[in-house]
T-cell receptor, first 114, second 116 residues
């Protein structure tokens, strides 16, 4: 059974810092890995998607990497801003399940202090 | 539509009543998923639709939960005889099944269900 773990569970940083969020998964048979952002009381906003054949994806100040063989992904946020405060979720799309559904980590709750 | 639409956004119901939650996926998306997020917990898979059929219902927590999809579009998640432990945010997602590896999944804003 696929298990996804995110470290740390919570992170508080001053504005302007660069930071790294970590995600690990136990089964490397994935179609893709997707990073989402969730604001309090809201749904999920997709940030980056990395296909299983890719190593990284970039969007603005965000960079996500994938090492499928070791079951790891990182989300790098450059020059953090208070508006980045949210919960960040990592999810993998499983090859072995019907519909290739997503399995989520528990999330990292990020607070960026002005 | 432009995105995944869920209604209602908030629902408060009395214990024992039935509720219906609606999801309108992105037009043309053949795959539809329901997830549940309980307070302080991660997202839990409930059910997957491909077209109007549900090949995977393995995540439905009890027989009080059911879902259907009509016309390959709108889906309804029904919870009968609601219990307090059903209180959660119910999220719907859709994807273009043939291109999920490239485009991934799009989520709606969710329905926050509170059973009192």
């Amino acid at each position: 059974k696929q298990e996804v773990t995110q470290i740390p569970a919570a992170l508080s940083v001053p504005e302007g810092e660069n930071l790294v969020l970590n995600c690990s998964f136990t089964d490397s048979a994935i179609y893709n890995l997707q990073w989402f952002r969730q604001d309090p009381g809201k749904g999920l906003t997709s940030l980056l998607l990395i296909q299983s054949s890719q190593r990284e994806q970039t969007s603005g100040r965000l960079n996500a990497s994938l090492d499928k063989s070791s079951g790891r992904s990182t989300l790098y946020i450059a020059a953090s801003q208070p508006g980045d405060s949210a919960t960040y979720l990592c999810a993998v799309s499983e090859v072995e399940t019907s519909g290739s559904r997503l399995t989520f980590g528990e999330g990292t709750q990020l607070t960026v202090n002005p | 539509g432009a995105g995944v639409s869920q209604s209602p956004s908030n629902k408060v119901t009395e214990k024992g009543k039935d509720v219906e939650l609606r999801c309108d996926p992105i037009s043309g998306h053949t795959a539809l998923y329901w997830y549940r997020q309980s307070l302080g917990q991660g997202l839990e898979f409930l059910i997957y639709f491909q077209g109007n059929s549900a090949p995977d219902k393995s995540g439905l927590p009890s027989d009080r939960f059911s879902a259907e999809r009509t016309g390959g579009s709108v889906s309804t998640l029904t919870i009968q005889r609601t219990q307090q432990e059903d209180s959660a945010v119910y999220l719907c997602a859709s994807s273009l099944r043939s291109r999920v590896t490239v485009y991934g999944y799009t989520f709606g804003s969710g329905t926050r269900l509170t059973v009192v």
